[in-house]
């Protein structure tokens, strides 16, 4: 195992560059995974397969989509082998292989039976442990020439629309669900339960601007009997998912209309699946403070209605966005799209579109990605003409179109961009690869311009942006209460956001330290939090992790299990072989790499 782990550690602290996919011959795939046959919990389990790439990402989901092993596997005449053994204590059920690099990936599911000695969650060889986070389906509803609430589990033809959101005429009685069911999402031991379609009106009405809209409306009672029915399947520990749809038009306006009353008596842990033409809204019933909503509207869940809105932007937006992004050196690749959510009863309308830690999930459809690395889903903010990142995941499909998974804690107005930006004095630089990635992401900025200063110092204020960055997180200035960080600090948002999150805090005098650089101890303890953020819960890590470093006894108590935690999961490695060296300093370049596989362990970038 520690030979292993050591070459784990060896390749990542290389920083490779994973390249993009080379030219391979006509038809052939840049990556086959060879199936994974079934095994029991504490034996070996062999993934192998071909590739056409240098490099590629291993990742074994757990049946509740979390991650249980996760490498950079060499490629080498055309194959690769990334063995591990599979702890003791995991729970049974079917795991899901994924293999690959941006766009081109594979995946492949087996059996794992539940040992009948193992306790807890044991790990193989480079395991790691992270809760699960909400699946979406992996399909898009096919554009027809009028709207039906039909399921289908063709993937949509084109992405995010450039019209104005002209609306369909729709069936006036939705016929009955269509034949096919959409495509189980991965971590899901069951298909999603599909409303009956024929319980679920269709009709014509105004967004808040006036503007056309489509109206989807289930029955109460379809949508309670649809609920029940995902809670009682054996989903193998992940969220049951119920699955509507609008088979319409792209560029329609939508408004899911949900019986909050439905809802609200439903299984704990559910997930609502909304899809149209144009994107799709994977909603976990958890983010729902059903008191407080009655609370707001005076109103009984009976009478409360849960509107959710996919709105692909206009042409007056989309030429909007176009300009902000051509003065960041980026082009967006189809339409934008707006996410948003409301509840109504009795001409009153409160506002729902932040969801405090959790993660909501959302899809959009693109065409143009040539490279998934200088592709990023990009949050826009109308009132300033800003970007910001967003976590996501781009997926080829057999039509050849991209699908964008993401995910952020509230909703707003999202598009694809993509971007290819470099610095002048990253050139021949170990760190090259890995920071232009992410500063083609929006992640990481220049120290000035057209330069990174990648051997700079890194200060506490700057790491916590990172990571505020990383995860997707608004600003919050009024969170930053500290004796140091004044509301008008270019920080003061971020450090904000970051003591919000949980990822930093200050000192016993009130103050936060905001320009002293940051340690390496710092830094494993915010990016510890980070993967417990991410992961919706605390991973654990046995201090025995840092039994190799010869001078662990001057890592802090405070910092010693997060260390530990960001060793095992090879975002940070010792300075030597043999050495952590916890107070020293990290550089620009370092912390970048480090962020760059925090983030991909985590599933925020491929």
């Given at each position: 195992?520690?030979?292993?782990?050591?070459?784990?550690?060896?390749?990542?602290?290389?920083?490779?560059?994973?390249?993009?996919?080379?030219?391979?011959?006509?038809?052939?795939?840049?990556?086959?995974?060879?199936?994974?046959?079934?095994?029991?919990?504490?034996?070996?389990?062999?993934?192998?397969?071909?590739?056409?790439?240098?490099?590629?990402?291993?990742?074994?989901?757990?049946?509740?989509?979390?991650?249980?092993?996760?490498?950079?596997?060499?490629?080498?005449?055309?194959?690769?082998?990334?063995?591990?053994?599979?702890?003791?204590?995991?729970?049974?059920?079917?795991?899901?292989?994924?293999?690959?690099?941006?766009?081109?990936?594979?995946?492949?599911?087996?059996?794992?039976?539940?040992?009948?000695?193992?306790?807890?969650?044991?790990?193989?060889?480079?395991?790691?442990?992270?809760?699960?986070?909400?699946?979406?389906?992996?399909?898009?509803?096919?554009?027809?020439?009028?709207?039906?609430?039909?399921?289908?589990?063709?993937?949509?033809?084109?992405?995010?629309?450039?019209?104005?959101?002209?609306?369909?005429?729709?069936?006036?009685?939705?016929?009955?669900?269509?034949?096919?069911?959409?495509?189980?999402?991965?971590?899901?031991?069951?298909?999603?339960?599909?409303?009956?379609?024929?319980?679920?009106?269709?009709?014509?009405?105004?967004?808040?601007?006036?503007?056309?809209?489509?109206?989807?409306?289930?029955?109460?009672?379809?949508?309670?009997?649809?609920?029940?029915?995902?809670?009682?399947?054996?989903?193998?520990?992940?969220?049951?998912?119920?699955?509507?749809?609008?088979?319409?038009?792209?560029?329609?306006?939508?408004?899911?209309?949900?019986?909050?009353?439905?809802?609200?008596?439903?299984?704990?842990?559910?997930?609502?699946?909304?899809?149209?033409?144009?994107?799709?809204?994977?909603?976990?019933?958890?983010?729902?403070?059903?008191?407080?909503?009655?609370?707001?509207?005076?109103?009984?869940?009976?009478?409360?209605?849960?509107?959710?809105?996919?709105?692909?932007?206009?042409?007056?937006?989309?030429?909007?966005?176009?300009?902000?992004?051509?003065?960041?050196?980026?082009?967006?690749?189809?339409?934008?799209?707006?996410?948003?959510?409301?509840?109504?009863?009795?001409?009153?309308?409160?506002?729902?579109?932040?969801?405090?830690?959790?993660?909501?999930?959302?899809?959009?459809?693109?065409?143009?990605?040539?490279?998934?690395?200088?592709?990023?889903?990009?949050?826009?903010?109308?009132?300033?003409?800003?970007?910001?990142?967003?976590?996501?995941?781009?997926?080829?499909?057999?039509?050849?179109?991209?699908?964008?998974?993401?995910?952020?804690?509230?909703?707003?107005?999202?598009?694809?961009?993509?971007?290819?930006?470099?610095?002048?004095?990253?050139?021949?630089?170990?760190?090259?690869?890995?920071?232009?990635?992410?500063?083609?992401?929006?992640?990481?900025?220049?120290?000035?311009?057209?330069?990174?200063?990648?051997?700079?110092?890194?200060?506490?204020?700057?790491?916590?942006?990172?990571?505020?960055?990383?995860?997707?997180?608004?600003?919050?200035?009024?969170?930053?209460?500290?004796?140091?960080?004044?509301?008008?600090?270019?920080?003061?948002?971020?450090?904000?956001?970051a003591v919000k999150a949980k990822l930093a805090e200050g000192f016993s005098d009130?103050?936060?330290?905001?320009?002293?650089?940051?340690?390496?101890?710092?830094?494993?303890?915010?990016?510890?939090?980070?993967?417990?953020?991410?992961?919706?819960?605390?991973?654990?890590?046995?201090?025995?992790?840092?039994?190799?470093?010869?001078?662990?006894?001057?890592?802090?108590?405070?910092?010693?299990?997060?260390?530990?935690?960001?060793?095992?999961?090879?975002?940070?490695?010792?300075?030597?072989?043999?050495?952590?060296?916890?107070?020293?300093?990290?550089?620009?370049?370092?912390?970048?790499?480090?962020?760059?596989?925090?983030?991909?362990?985590?599933?925020?970038?491929?």
């Amino acid at each position: 195992m520690k030979s292993r782990v050591l070459q784990f550690v060896m390749m990542l602290t290389l920083c490779l560059a994973l390249v993009a996919p080379a030219a391979s011959a006509a038809g052939s795939a840049a990556v086959a995974l060879d199936a994974v046959p079934a095994v029991k919990a504490g034996e070996r389990v062999d993934l192998k397969g071909s590739s056409s790439l240098d490099e590629i990402i291993v990742k074994v989901l757990r049946p509740d989509g979390s991650i249980v092993y996760f490498d950079i596997v060499p490629v080498t005449g055309g194959s690769f082998a990334a063995p591990f053994t599979l702890g003791a204590g995991e729970p049974g059920g079917t795991y899901t292989a994924v293999a690959g690099k941006g766009t081109q990936v594979d995946s492949r599911r087996f059996d794992v039976t539940a040992s009948s000695t193992g306790g807890g969650n044991g790990g193989g060889d480079g395991t790691i442990s992270t809760p699960t986070t909400a699946p979406t389906t992996s399909s898009t509803p096919t554009a027809t020439p009028t709207g039906t609430a039909t399921p289908t589990p063709t993937p949509a033809p084109g992405g995010g629309s450039t019209g104005g959101g002209a609306a369909a005429t729709p069936a006036p009685t939705p016929p009955p669900a269509a034949a096919g069911k959409p495509i189980t999402p991965i971590g899901s031991g069951a298909a999603p339960v599909v409303v009956d379609a024929s319980k679920i009106k269709v009709s014509e009405s105004a967004d808040g601007a006036g503007r056309p809209a489509t109206v989807v409306a289930p029955d109460a009672a379809a949508l309670a009997d649809a609920l029940a029915k995902a809670a009682k399947q054996d989903n193998h520990g992940a969220a049951p998912v119920v699955y509507i749809a609008f088979d319409g038009k792209p560029g329609q306006t939508v408004r899911f209309e949900l019986p909050l009353s439905a809802l609200k008596d439903a299984a704990a842990g559910m997930l609502v699946s909304l899809q149209t033409a144009d994107g799709e809204y994977s909603l976990p019933l958890s983010v729902l403070d059903f008191a407080a909503i009655a609370k707001q509207l005076g109103a009984p869940a009976v009478d409360i209605t849960l509107q959710i809105a996919i709105d692909p932007a206009g042409d007056d937006l989309n030429s909007r966005i176009k300009k902000s992004a051509a003065a960041l050196g980026a082009s967006p690749l189809g339409g934008a799209i707006g996410f948003s959510m409301s509840a109504a009863a009795g001409g009153k309308t409160v506002e729902l579109n932040e969801f405090g830690s959790t993660y909501v999930s959302r899809t959009l459809v693109v065409t143009g990605i040539q490279n998934g690395d200088h592709a990023t889903v990009a949050l826009y903010d109308p009132q300033t003409g800003t970007f910001s990142f967003v976590p996501a995941l781009f997926v080829k499909q057999a039509d050849g179109t991209v699908k964008a998974s993401f995910k952020r804690t509230g909703n707003s107005i999202y598009t694809v961009l993509t971007a290819d930006r470099s610095f002048a004095d990253l050139s021949g630089h170990w760190a090259k690869s890995d920071v232009e990635l992410l500063a083609s992401k929006l992640v990481v900025n220049g120290a000035a311009a057209g330069k990174f200063a990648p051997n700079g110092s890194i200060t506490r204020a700057e790491f916590a942006a990172l990571l505020v960055r990383s995860l997707g997180l608004a600003p919050d200035a009024s969170a930053a209460a500290f004796s140091d960080v004044a509301a008008g600090d270019w920080h003061a948002g971020a450090v904000g956001a970051a003591v919000k999150a949980k990822l930093a805090e200050g000192f016993s005098d009130g103050s936060f330290k905001p320009n002293d650089t940051i340690s390496r101890q710092q830094m494993a303890v915010m990016i510890g939090r980070a993967m417990t953020f991410a992961q919706g819960s605390a991973a654990s890590s046995a201090a025995s992790s840092l039994d190799g470093f010869k001078d662990k006894a001057g890592i802090a108590d405070w910092a010693r299990v997060s260390v530990a935690q960001a060793v095992d999961a090879g975002i940070l490695t010792g300075m030597t072989a043999d050495s952590f060296a916890p107070e020293a300093k990290a550089s620009r370049a370092q912390a970048a790499v480090m962020l760059k596989r925090f983030m991909q362990q985590e599933g925020l970038i491929g």
